[in-house]
């Protein structure tokens, strides 16, 4: 490993990252091209099928899995467990790159990308998708401000002390409107009851994408702590891991009942176990992504940090197949026709991730992440070491 | 979104089509786009696209009463729905309906989502997937032309009169007398309540499921799906914050009066005047 140091800032340089580079540049000349040709030449998409991958994956998946940050925003700073507040920042961090990257992705979507602020004049307001834009736009700034605090630590201190009087009131915003662009995701396809499999079209939607949301937040955050504990000598306590598995755990066994009893309540349930493709598309995402993991979670397992981690990458794994089923699985059947996702398309997937990735170690390593424990509990301490 | 009472409509009598394709030629003039020949505008391949905003389908059916082959033609374009799902879809106002029902598209405030194609129950919307700036395109009801006065490009041109164009209340009128006094019809008006109703309305001979019209749609209008959604909105966004706000206050004290607690029990043990200091300190500290 390399490190460089430019105007006291770190760059670290190891063979992963030459590559994560590498394929970030490839994916921007991509992106240019894109921007420059149209969809014809880059995508697969089609009459058939107008949202492929980039929505399934880099906006639909993408805006779950960076649910980490309100769930945790939402455990921390509103429920004051304050055993989790060791992986607030963490998770403010990987939440803003994660709805930075959804901006990115949408954007690239967006066929007249220089009319990107349209909705913020014209407003369609009986549209569900003007709500996710608002509420995105939003979240976003909110994110960047939250994560102001942390960068004024650092530079332009001066903002510090007033960044840091208004967090708590950023901090019940940054929860409100997650919570409601989470589900009004789910609420796009409600207009689209005549096209989708009654497997995933429900009117509880929304309320399945909300759940969902939350609990992948702390599948999200197991896996991601593996992997910084490797890369950057941070362990988060087991206890805490653990503890914030059996939260999203409970929230999980209620998913699953929900799903239960929204599947028998309009008679569909027998259809589940007759084989036909959208069934088992269906079983695969709820026994990998909900059973397992609930079972994991509840087991010895759950108390090891392999177990962990399995369950993280099984319960993320289980969204990212619920909202690509959402898409194409519900619509095959109606959309007819063909589509599969070009090699280019995956090119520019994997580049988004792979520049979250390196703007995610950059701040790590030149930002208080990691070692960052709360006011009170400090506190605390102090309180506690005079009275012991 | 109110029906609006002098709302225009067009009546296709499928009995009277003979697919000649002169209304999709007359609509390609009119709205200036491509002629392309792999990608035709009649016939059994015939389909909507960026440059065929309407196309004339044919089917083949069989039917029981003679073993004889039997073929039909469906004029497929936008059936401008009056509580239209893209329209209520499109977030920047796109897509609006307007006065006398038709349900127009304004390219310059596109910003080219495609949630209009997902929205549209009968997959009208295309998109031009080709271009550098790609528009979404459909049938507009010659918006500019029927303010005028004067009937759409293509029904004006239909040599059997098969497409009618006028007030939607009067044509569906002419047309339930006709289904119900001709024996030939069937005793159905495709478009008189799906989806809440749409400004073309169909009249055939040969069952419409058979003619690949869509005949599961429904007859709720799909934007009260979304509104009855989005209604609530607001409210939950306040309560929500309220109760958010609650909490935080609420578990914020809890905390402080357990770790108060813990130290007063803490205190308990050692001797009082040590603890009177002690708590002097935890509750500055606090
Ligand atoms: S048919 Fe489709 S495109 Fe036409 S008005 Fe209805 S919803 Fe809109
Ligand atoms: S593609 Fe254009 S018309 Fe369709 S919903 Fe999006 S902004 Fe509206
Ligand atoms: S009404 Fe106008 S735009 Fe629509 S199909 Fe007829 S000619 Fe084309």
């Not at chain 1, 690239?108 to 569900?128: A, E, T």
């Not at chain 1, 599969?340 to 520019?348: A, G, H, K, N």
Request: contains cysteine; proline residues 4%; glycine residues 6%.
């Amino acid at each position: 490993m390399k490190t460089f140091k430019i105007f006291g800032w770190k760059f670290n340089i190891t063979p992963i990252r030459i590559c994560l580079l590498a394929i970030t540049a490839i994916s921007i000349v991509v992106v240019l091209i894109r921007m420059i040709t149209g969809f014809g030449v880059i995508t697969n998409l089609n009459d058939d099928w107008p949202w492929g991958l980039w929505i399934s994956f880099d906006v639909l998946t993408g805006v779950a899995l960076a649910g980490g940050g309100y769930s945790t925003a939402l455990i921390v700073n509103i429920l004051h467990r304050d055993r989790y507040h060791p992986i607030a920042r963490g998770a403010l961090v990987s939440s803003l790159l994660g709805y930075l990257l959804v901006m990115a992705g949408l954007f690239l979507d967006i066929g007249q990308w220089f009319n990107f602020w349209r909705p913020f004049i014209s407003w369609g307001y009986s549209s569900v998708l003007f709500e996710v834009f608002w509420c995105i736009s939003i979240y976003t700034t909110i994110q960047v401000l939250e994560f102001g605090e942390i960068v004024t630590e650092k530079i332009g201190q001066k903002f510090h002390t007033i960044l840091k009087k208004t967090m708590p009131v950023l901090l019940i915003i940054g929860v409100i409107f997650p919570t409601l662009h989470q589900s009004s995701l789910g609420s796009l396809f409600l207009i689209a009851v005549h096209k989708m499999h009654p497997f995933w079209w429900s009117p509880l939607l929304p309320l399945f994408f909300l759940m969902s949301s939350f609990f992948v937040g702390a599948a999200m955050i197991c896996v991601e702590s593996t992997v910084a504990s490797k890369a950057f000598h941070h362990k988060v306590s087991l206890n805490v891991l653990s503890g914030l598995a059996k939260i999203s755990g409970g929230m999980m066994i209620c998913y699953l009942a929900l799903k239960v009893y929204d599947l028998a309540s309009r008679n569909i349930l027998p259809l589940v176990i007759n084989g036909s493709l959208e069934a088992n598309f269906l079983l695969a995402e709820i026994i990998i992504g909900v059973i397992i993991p609930i079972i994991i979670v509840f087991s010895r397992a759950g108390k090891t940090r392999k177990g962990l981690f399995i369950y993280g990458i099984l319960a993320s794994t289980g969204v990212v197949l619920n909202r690509m089923n959402v898409v194409f699985t519900a619509m095959a059947k109606n959309n007819g026709g063909y589509y599969l996702p070009s090699i280019w398309e995956f090119t520019v997937s994997v580049g988004l991730i792979a520049a979250g990735c390196l703007v995610y170690c950059f701040i790590v390593e030149n930002f208080n992440i990691f070692g960052h424990t709360s006011h009170d509990q400090e506190q605390h301490r102090q309180s506690y070491k005079i009275s012991a | 979104m109110k029906v609006i009472l002098i709302a225009k409509a067009v009546l296709v009598d499928i009995t009277k089509c003979i697919g000649c394709g002169s209304c999709s030629v007359a609509c390609k003039l009119w709205n200036d786009l491509e002629f392309d020949d792999s990608r035709p505008t009649v016939g059994v391949e015939a389909q909507l696209n960026d440059v065929n905003w309407t196309a004339v389908q044919r089917h083949d059916v069989q039917s029981k009463d003679s073993p004889q082959a039997l073929w039909r033609f469906v004029k497929q374009q936008c059936l401008h729905c009056l509580e239209p799902a893209c329209a209520s879809a499109c977030f920047s106002k796109a897509l609006q309906r307007n006065d006398s029902g038709a349900v127009v598209y304004y390219p310059d405030l596109c910003v080219g989502c495609r949630y209009c194609m997902i929205a549209c129950p009968f997959n009208i919307p295309k998109y031009e997937w080709k271009k550098t700036f790609p528009l979404v395109t459909k049938c507009q009801m010659c918006s500019t032309k029927t303010a005028s006065g004067e009937a759409p490009a293509c029904v004006s041109v239909c040599p059997t009169m098969a497409l009618k164009y006028g007030e939607r209340s009067a044509l569906l009128k002419e047309a339930r007398q006709l289904v119900n006094t001709n024996h030939l019809y069937i005793k159905e008006i495709y478009g008189e309540y799906e989806v809440g109703g749409t400004s073309w309305l169909y009249i055939s001979d040969v069952p419409f499921e058979q003619l690949g019209f869509k005949t599961d749609v429904g007859t709720k209008p799909l934007p009260s799906y979304t509104h009855n959604f989005l209604k609530y909105t607001p409210f939950l966004a306040i309560g929500w914050g309220m109760f958010l706000t609650g909490l935080s206050f609420y578990t914020k004290r809890r905390n402080k009066i357990t770790s108060q607690k813990q130290a007063d029990d803490d205190n308990k043990e050692t001797t009082s005047r040590k603890s009177e200091s002690t708590e002097e300190t935890n509750n500055e500290n606090l």
